[in-house]
């Protein structure tokens, strides 16, 4: 993973590949956010099909939605879940300039 321009690397266990997947972005970008909701689907059909990852991240007062496809259900997962960390990022960066 590239966080700021450097490429960081860590592994971790979980109770199967996407949960180990969410818990080394959690600790590399060093966020203590909740997953509220994670949903899996198919954009396309056959043995080749894409997959969709939605996940519904929350921090405080903060709630985003983050989606990633491939035809690789860990790759979608993964790209789901930095897709929501940066919208809350986002989020969080207008909500505090708006003070």
């Known amino acids: 993973m590239e966080i700021d321009g450097e490429q ?6 979980g109770d199967g ?3 180990a997947t969410l818990k ?3 600790k590399l970008t060093r966020t203590n956010v909740n997953l509220q909701q994670y949903t899996v ?3 396309t059909g056959g043995t080749d099909a894409m997959g969709e990852v939605s996940v519904r ?3 405080g007062n903060c709630t985003v939605v983050g989606r990633g496809s491939s035809t690789d259900i860990i790759e979608a ?3 789901a879940y930095i897709n929501a960390l ?3 990022f986002s989020k ?3 909500l505090m300039e708006s003070l």
């Open 41 to 43: 689907g198919s954009i």
């Open 92 to 94: 969080k960066e207008r």
């Open 77 to 79: 997962s993964a790209k």
């Open 57 to 59: 991240l929350s921090e």
């Open 17 to 19: 590949p996407v949960d």
């Open 8 to 13: 960081v690397r860590t592994a971790e266990l």
């Open 86 to 88: 940066n919208r809350l």
């Open 24 to 26: 080394a972005i959690k």
